[in-house]
């Protein structure tokens, strides 16, 4: 062969080796690494400000508070739909459940001392000022209304059924579970495929948990003396029969709302 041009030599393309194995097990590690606590390599105490008040959205606090908010939206994503469909108001032993909205309430105040970064100049704000102005006018009204306790108020004003709708504000809180997806779409350590693939996944399950409880709640709203015209009142499965569906003991109203949210959905997308 004769001897590579200069031109050639110049625009030499050299290969660069990847050190990350694209196998189930390590997008896992890196989906668990994303939720793990980062190391901040400042102290708390430099983090915050003594002299303002103002917490730095970077300090390892602000990092676990997050993944903490993260999870119990999760959790109030999936229970709110499930406690307005099937519960007329909390029984006593999930009554105690009204508790977690202490730690929304925590994070409403929290957000009057994080810092933000502008959007028009890039610098991180640290003014408590223009922090509470910034909270006010965007999340504030929204967060305070799913903090409320709705089921003691419900309890308490006779049971009107308007104010069991206002549980339904706290699917705001979805947003979070919704950022932490567009962080691990960004992020190009992980497949952006295999994040697909796990968003799909978890939209399906709350679709289909969301849907049993609607199917569910539907069937309620017709009076008790009529059930046996609704699906689950006219249900026969062998020798059981759905009769006084009602007093049916929860999981086995949930599995039979979720079975038929499945095959109606499936029927549905094949026909």
């Given at each position: 062969?004769?001897r590579?041009s200069?031109a ?7 290969e ?6 694209g ?21 708390f ?5 003594r ?5 730095d ?10 993944k ?5 939206s ?19 032993h999930?009554?105690s ?9 925590v994070?409403?105040?929290?957000q009057?001392?994080i ?7 890039h610098?991180?704000?640290y003014?408590?000022?223009?922090i ?31 104010i ?22 960004k ?18 399950l709350?679709c289909?948990?969301?849907g ?33 569906f ?26």
């Amino acid at each position: 062969m004769g001897r590579r041009s200069r031109a050639e030599e110049e625009y030499e393309v050299n290969e660069v080796e990847d050190t990350i194995t694209g196998s189930f097990g390590s997008r896992l590690c890196l989906v668990s690494s994303e939720l793990a606590l980062r190391k901040s390599t400042a102290s708390f105490s430099t983090r915050f400000t003594r002299e303002t008040g103002v917490i730095d959205p970077g300090s390892r606090f602000c990092s676990c508070w997050e993944k903490i908010i993260f999870f119990w939206s999760i959790f109030s994503s999936f229970f709110t739909p499930l406690e307005f469909c099937f519960f007329r108001g909390l029984p006593e032993h999930l009554a105690s459940l009204e508790s977690a909205q202490i730690i929304f309430l925590v994070d409403v105040v929290l957000q009057f001392f994080i810092a933000y970064k502008d959007v028009h100049s890039h610098n991180m704000v640290y003014d408590r000022k223009s922090i509470a102005i910034r909270y006010a006018k965007g999340r504030l009204l929204v967060d305070l209304m799913g903090c409320m306790p709705w089921d003691a108020i419900y309890k308490v004003t006779g049971r009107r059924e308007v104010i069991r709708y206002m549980i339904w504000i706290r699917l705001y809180r979805a947003r979070k579970v919704a950022q932490f997806f567009k962080r691990m779409e960004k992020d190009v350590r992980i497949n952006y495929l295999f994040t697909r693939i796990v968003k799909l996944i978890t939209v399906e399950l709350y679709c289909t948990h969301t849907g049993a409880c609607i199917f569910y709640y539907l069937a309620t709203t017709i009076p008790a003396s009529e059930e046996g015209y609704t699906w689950i009142g006219s249900l026969t499965m062998g020798d059981y029969k759905y009769i006084n569906f009602r007093e049916i003991d929860f999981w086995t109203r949930y599995i039979t709302s979720l079975y038929f949210a499945i095959i109606t959905m499936a029927t549905v997308v094949l026909f």
